[in-house]
């Protein structure tokens, strides 16, 4: 499968639970990812960080990587934006987040949707070497 764009419903995204910066239980949901990249015990998520440079909007020039499996599409890279969105959009909640805080983001959000081999490539050429991804991750 190539890349293609897909404008994706943000209700519809599931975010990743295999992702390499805070691996979680792959039966968790979109709030148990949520809560542990709220608590940041790792110090990767920095969701606070991420929406102040984001300033007043979204960026549209940084696409989620969206694997489907099944029907479900999987955000393999984009998640902390995500969850900003789904944040501000009552889909999941963080606890003592102000939501004026958090940039204008649109519910449909256009999507870089491709095969798993693709979305790994990607997301290691991206985060393989910088980031708050250590080489083990």
Not at 21 to 35: E, M, T, V
Not at 90 to 107: E, F
């Amino acid at each position: 499968m190539s890349q293609k764009i897909e404008e994706i419903n943000i209700n519809n995204l599931v975010l990743w639970t295999e992702n390499p910066r805070d691996p979680i239980d792959p039966n968790s949901s979109d709030q148990d990812i949520a809560d542990q990249a709220w608590k940041d015990e790792k110090e990767k998520w920095n969701l606070l960080k991420l929406a102040k440079e984001m300033k007043s909007h979204y960026d549209f020039s940084e696409l989620p990587t969206v694997v489907y499996h099944g029907k479900k599409p999987v955000v393999y890279d984009g998640n902390r934006r995500m969850i900003l969105a789904k944040t501000k959009h009552n889909l999941v909640s963080l606890d003592g987040l102000d939501k004026s805080k958090l940039p204008h983001i649109p519910k449909i959000i256009p999507c870089n949707v491709c095969s798993k081999d693709i979305a790994i490539q990607n997301v290691f050429r991206k985060h393989g070497d910088a980031g708050s991804w250590s080489p083990l991750d």
